[in-house]
């Protein structure tokens, strides 16, 4: 049996991930009372961004300035429209994306810092671009510690707010409704995760921030897959979090609200099952290797038309592989590329980050990080393989083909020997896209540490030889409730805001319900979080 207890305050929030901790922040700073509520245990507070990288795209800092590049809010909104690719009717997310460019430094990198959140020296450079540019400049910092840091130290102020009284938080509860009043939202109604209790809450403000649709269930993600990209795959990995499900959108839309853009989706191309194996189909999200040869099921080397590069255009790598056989595909290496340049997106793996161990970080710059090759292998034997020589990888390749697709063996050896060949003839005979990737990744310091010289696949010094099956892995939702710069929620049938709610974070789309458009240049995620967190808190305290 259950009891139900009534709560009244001035604000409710509905989800306690980045973008929830910042607005609780933001409206204690002006001085609001504020249920925060989170469906996730009180150890889970944050969300997704405590187990994230913590890469926040940040523009004109002064860790740019320091390293002399010249960035500035006009150059960021021109490669973020280039790449957002916004339709016409796309008002509110250019606004937000304009805003965000315009504003990242005092809205984000500012209220971080003063969290006492660092981030490394060396900036770095994803999205490069492809055949246009992406990121003109690097703009990606890293928080020292990770996002697990980010969310430590935002917790930390939370609790150590002068208003800290005004706030109250429940956790292993679920919001299941919105309460409305005359057109104007009211309150929310929870339960227990338990079922033991019902909630009442009354509010003046209600705020949604329950993250996106990719995690919770990955038939969402099916039905809402990208049209153009045809079928979804069979086998998809899921990377977002457990309790994305979007039934809080859903509420929105039949309260009227405006969700736009589900369909357009962030999803990575080198996704292996997750070892931990939390829920089925859970999934690690590698960085893939720059200098290591992406393949599909039949070892054919994979050209859309070029080849595909690692750092230049995430978006475009995913449609390359829904392109081939299977939908999935094969990353071939050797032990020397794989320490060298193999990461794991998150902060799980990525252990000299999130526990700040300078040495260990060097270390793994100057000779490898091996402690998380070999923890890959061990984790991950279904989908990673290791062989002292090319006949045995592609055994061992062979073994883990899937849908009845077979390797054809000789091509795959042709590809291999060509491509150390080409580089045996010397940089100036380098007549291959990728391999002029690399060059251009190694002008730029924060590369070069991480990239290798060009390094040939069948140097028997480098060996053993790794093979890794990578699957399409869900992640980040780009479309969400639609919102004006306010953070309102806004009504699908006229475009006005609906008095009293907003949303924020990934359940907004980062903004206005796809602040991203089609594409990220990457740290937008949670630097939007942080900007809509904040823009929520100022837009209801005024
Ligand atoms: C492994 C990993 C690495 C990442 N790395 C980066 C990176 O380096 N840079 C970057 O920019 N982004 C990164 N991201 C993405 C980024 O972390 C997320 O987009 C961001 O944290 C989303 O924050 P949010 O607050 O909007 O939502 P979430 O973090 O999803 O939080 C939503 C919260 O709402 C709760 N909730 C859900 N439904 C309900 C309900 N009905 N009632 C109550 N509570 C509910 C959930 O329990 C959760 O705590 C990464 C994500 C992952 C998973």
């Not at 590698?286 to 039949?298: E, G, I, T, Y």
């Amino acid at each position: 049996m259950s009891e139900t207890k009534a709560y009244q305050t001035e604000v409710v929030i509905a989800g306690g991930g980045v973008a929830g901790i910042v607005a609780a922040y933001e409206l204690l700073s002006h001085g609001r009372r504020v249920l925060l509520i989170d469906k996730d245990a009180r150890e889970r507070f944050g969300g997704q961004a405590r187990e994230s990288f913590g890469g926040v795209h940040m523009i004109d800092t002064p860790h740019q300035r320091r390293l002399g590049i010249k960035d500035s809010p006009e150059l960021a909104w021109q490669d973020w429209q280039r790449v957002a690719g916004y339709e016409p009717c796309d008002r509110w997310p250019r606004a937000w994306g304009q805003f965000y460019c315009e504003n990242s430094r005092e809205f984000i990198f500012e209220f971080l810092a003063d969290k006492k959140i660092k981030f490394l020296p060396l900036v770095n450079w994803p999205e490069r671009g492809l055949y246009a540019a992406g990121n003109s400049v690097p703009r990606w910092h890293i928080a020292w510690g990770t996002g697990y840091e980010i969310i430590d130290r935002l917790l930390h102020a939370l609790d150590a707010h002068p208003h800290r009284s005004s706030l109250e938080v429940l956790f292993d509860t679920e919001v299941s409704a919105l309460e409305m009043t005359s057109g104007r939202a009211t309150g929310v109604c929870a339960r227990s995760t338990d079922g033991r209790r019902e909630l009442r809450v009354q509010a003046e403000h209600v705020v949604i921030a329950s993250g996106g649709i990719c995690g919770g269930d990955l038939r969402r993600v099916r039905a809402h897959w990208y049209k153009p990209w045809g079928e979804p795959p069979e086998h998809l990995l899921n990377g977002g979090h457990i309790y994305a499900d979007g039934r809080l959108q859903d509420r929105v839309a039949e309260l009227g609200g405006a969700v736009t853009h589900l369909d357009l989706q962030w999803h990575y191309p080198a996704g292996v099952r997750h070892p931990a194996k939390r829920r089925p189909n859970d999934g690690l999200s590698l960085v893939p290797p720059r200098s290591a040869l992406w393949l599909n099921a039949r070892g054919e080397r994979i050209m859309t038309p070029g080849p595909m590069l690692a750092y230049s255009d995430t978006r475009h790598l995913v449609a390359s592989v829904l392109q081939q056989p299977g939908k999935y595909s094969w990353q071939v290496m050797n032990w020397k590329i794989a320490i060298k340049e193999l990461a794991v997106s998150g902060c799980d793996y990525m252990t000299a980050f999130r526990y700040k161990k300078r040495l260990g970080l060097a270390a793994s710059l100057l000779f490898g990080n091996k402690e998380l090759v070999d923890r890959l292998i061990r984790d991950c034997p279904d989908d990673v393989v290791v062989a002292d020589t090319l006949q045995e990888l592609m055994d061992g390749m062979e073994q883990r083909n899937l849908c009845g697709l077979k390797l054809d063996r000789g091509r795959m050896e042709a590809t291999i020997r060509a491509w150390d060949e080409m580089i045996d003839r010397g940089p100036a005979y380098h007549n291959d896209p990728q391999l002029r990737h690399i060059a251009n990744c190694r002008a730029y310091r924060g590369d070069r540490v991480r990239t290798c010289n060009f390094q040939k696949l069948l140097d028997r010094k480098a060996g053993p030889l790794i093979a890794i099956r990578e699957f399409i892995l869900a992640r980040k939702s780009l479309g969400g409730i639609q919102t004006d710069l306010a953070c309102r929620v806004l009504r699908s049938s006229d475009g006005q805001p609906i008095p009293g709610l907003y949303a924020i974070g990934e359940a907004a789309g980062f903004g206005g319900g796809g602040m991203h458009g089609k594409g990220s240049l990457e740290g937008t995620f949670l630097g939007g979080c942080v900007l809509s967190g904040r823009m929520a808190g100022r837009s209801i305290a005024q």
